[in-house]
């Protein structure tokens, strides 16, 4: 079992940041990739970005290609989402999730449906 604690999201304005954290425990961190997803209310649970066991490889949706950067501490149990230049319609809840794989490269942790654990969430309101 791995248990993942989101935090960081809040309020803020169009064009500011947020860095937001999950914290893992349970199994050994170092055994899964980390992946970020988006939920809006009524719409499907969207990817954002992943990260591989090792960090040596990140994908991210196109929309949020040079905005946002995915990292991850595995001496510490950690994975993060760094977001600048926030848009309105990114608001939503964001969840953590952990894939239990050592495989990097193309198609990692796109789909939900991969994952093996996820956290409870955090909430990101970008307002206009």
């Known amino acids: 079992q791995v248990h993942l604690v989101e935090s960081g999201g809040g309020l803020v304005q169009a064009g500011d940041s947020l860095r937001l954290s999950c914290a893992a425990s349970?199994?050994?961190?170092?055994?899964?990739?980390m992946g970020w997803f988006r939920e809006d209310p009524g719409k499907e649970r969207e990817f954002v970005a992943v990260?591989?066991?090792?960090?040596?490889?990140?994908s991210y949706r196109d929309d949020v290609k040079g905005r946002f950067t995915i990292s991850r501490d595995n001496a510490k149990n950690r994975v993060f989402l760094q977001m600048n230049s926030l848009k309105p319609d990114e608001t939503g809840v964001y969840y953590c999730?952990?894939?239990?794989?050592?495989?990097?490269?193309?198609?990692?942790?796109?789909?939900?449906?991969?994952?093996?654990?996820w956290g409870q969430g955090t909430q990101v309101t970008v307002s206009s």
């Open positions: 349970g199994r050994t961190f170092s055994d899964y990739a």
């Open positions: 990260i591989s066991w090792d960090g040596g490889y990140t």
């Open positions: 999730a952990a894939e239990f794989t050592r495989y990097s490269g193309h198609d990692l942790g796109r789909r939900a449906r991969e994952y093996d654990y």
